[in-house]
């Protein structure tokens, strides 16, 4: 029983060795932030590191399992991914149970003295129902932008502290300022503001709750934020847009030879119709000319004084020949 006891003390310091525990410049232990997380689901967590170290080997360690997990690498539902232009890497748990309750490390082998360094320790709480959560732990946005963010807690620390935090710099906000405004409607959502976003402004952040109870301090929500550069129009392109649109307008359209032109639909229609109209305006012409010779010409006869006889039209018109009579100047 002795021997038993002094092994596992043995590897209790051995432990403490390897994973020598960081703190928050503010103090605070990593061990002292636990992340409520929801039974079944997942979560994301970021682990950050000193910029010097972003060839170094990076891990995460179990006390659930008691096994280390490399960075690029799947084990399990747990995948861990280093990405050393922001000097971090994300550990994604998934299916998580009651059983995954507990610490964990971020680690990182220095190749130095000390040889393994610890980074983080989030310490896990799954539960039905989790105390602190969030209604979007991934946001994407462009820049100049407004965004707002609700974090929503148990209604038993609706009286504790609460606040907005970055996890790069640990600074955190728990009022107004120019960029971020905080309101807690003290019913169990707390809404955060953001304004005119930038790029800078990427990166992981928390929503905290200061509990103090005993061993845990503060609960944290994780939530990445990512800026995009906003489209701009390309200058160049939109010059030689205008400066086309206006050439076309001020251009007679050449005429192609290998492909036939346009032509508008009204115009054969309407040429259609005009020659259809001149058609039906020929034959009501000669229609109308051939009823008129054809009109039969009632005629009077008319006797004139000297026995002679003439037709008449029944119009009452007549015409006449008059020849000229020329008197003997004898018989006068």
Known sequence: MVAYRKTTYFYIIWFCHILGPESFSDGYSFGTRQLSVKRGGSVTIPCYYDRKYTQQKKFWYSEYDNIRIYTNTTAGDVTVIDDPAQSLFTVTMRNLKGGHNGTYYCAVETGEQPKTITTDEPHLHVQPAPDLSVMSSSVTVDEGVNISLQCLYNTKYKNKNKQWCRYKDKRCYTSQNASVEISDDMRGSLT?????????????????????????????????????????????????????????????????????????????????????????????????????????????????????????????????????????????
């Open 192 to 332: 955060v503001v953001m304004s005119g976003l930038m790029k800078s402004d990427s990166g992981w952040y928390y929503c905290s709750v200061n509990v103090q109870q005993s061993p845990v301090q503060d609960l944290l929500v994780p939530v990445q934020l990512t800026v995009k550069a906003a489209a701009t129009p390309d200058i160049s392109t939109e010059s030689n847009k205008t400066e086309t649109e206006n050439n076309t307008k001020n251009t007679i359209p050449a005429v192609n030879e290998q492909q036939p032109s346009a032509v508008p639909l009204w115009l054969p229609v309407s040429v259609g119709l005009l020659l259809l109209m001149i058609l039906v305006g020929v034959f009501i012409w000669k229609w109308k000319r051939r009823s008129d010779s054809n009109v039969d010409t009632t005629y009077c006869v008319v006797e004139d004084p000297s026995g002679h006889k003439a037709q008449v039209p029944a119009d009452g018109t007549l015409y006449s020949t008059v020849e000229p009579h020329y008197q003997n100047p004898q018989e006068q």
